[in-house]
T-cell receptor, first 110, second 112 residues
Framework: EDQVTQSPEALRLQEGESSSLNCSYT??????LFWYRQDPGKGPEFLFT???AGEEKEKERLKATLTKKESFLHITAPKPEDSATYLC???????????FGTGTRLTVIP | DAMVIQNPRYQVTQFGKPVTLSCSQT?????MYWYQQKSSQAPKLLFH???????NEADTPDNFQSRRPNTSFCFLDIRSPGLGDAAMYLC???????????FGDGTRLSIL
């Protein structure tokens, strides 16, 4: 069973059109949930870590939230430079590795 | 001011010819990781080191090996690459297990 599922697989937005990306997870205990941005041909770039339900983190146009079963990455008034694949990864309590989702490929059209 | 550096960025090898990918870090992090990422797929963990303690994921093929001679460097050796090993190989580091991982820009491996 997949531990991390991201939706949608792909999302096209007009510049300025706010939206949310979803990451749902199934782990027995959550040590941390991580959001990354990945540009084509590059390695993932760290964005946020969330550790407990109710926690929120913000950076520029991005805001990440966490519940006991899922996390959302809210993008407010996106710009074309926000176009990238956004990856979610979870770390289980007592585990040393991350389980990544397959990502949401975001395209922001001018 | 790159902090996790992977060389080369692109590597082409022949079917069955050994290849080594390298990773260096300037962050002085304890943990180093190697991931394999195929097109439109999630990164898949191959190995990780805490200092010199090596951890091999259960489903990592025997064809893949790794070395970490010191804190700063880590190598991925593929002994006999097959066509299915063509992928992006990502190196990452973290200060501790539960800290964010910082990735290099990867080495894209092609097999002829």
């Amino acid at each position: 069973e997949d531990q991390v599922t991201q939706s949608p697989e792909a999302l096209r937005l007009q510049e300025g059109e706010s939206s949310s990306l979803n990451c749902s997870y199934t782990v027995s205990g959550l040590r941390g949930l991580f959001w990354y941005r990945q540009d084509p041909g590059k390695g993932p770039e760290f964005l946020f870590t969330l550790y407990s339900a109710g926690e929120e983190k913000e950076k520029e146009r991005l805001k990440a939230t966490l519940t006991k079963k899922e996390s959302f990455l809210h993008i407010t008034a996106p710009k074309p430079e926000d176009s990238a694949t956004y990856l979610c990864a979870v770390q289980e309590t007592g585990a040393n590795n991350l389980f990544f989702g397959t990502g949401t490929r975001l395209t922001v059209i001018p | 001011d790159a902090m996790v550096i992977q060389n080369p960025r692109y590597q082409v090898t022949q079917f069955g010819k050994p290849v080594t990918l390298s990773c260096s870090q300037t962050l002085n992090h304890n943990v180093m990781y190697w991931y394999q990422q195929k097109s439109s797929q999630a990164p898949k963990l191959l190995f990780h080191y805490y200092d010199k303690d090596f951890n091999n994921e259960a489903d990592t093929p025997d064809n893949f090996q790794s070395r970490r001679p010191n804190t700063s460097f880590c190598f991925l050796d593929i002994r006999s690459p097959g066509l299915g090993d063509a992928a992006m190989y990502l190196c990452a580091t973290s200060r501790e297990w539960d800290q964010p991982q910082h990735f290099g820009d990867g080495t894209r491996l092609s097999i002829l």
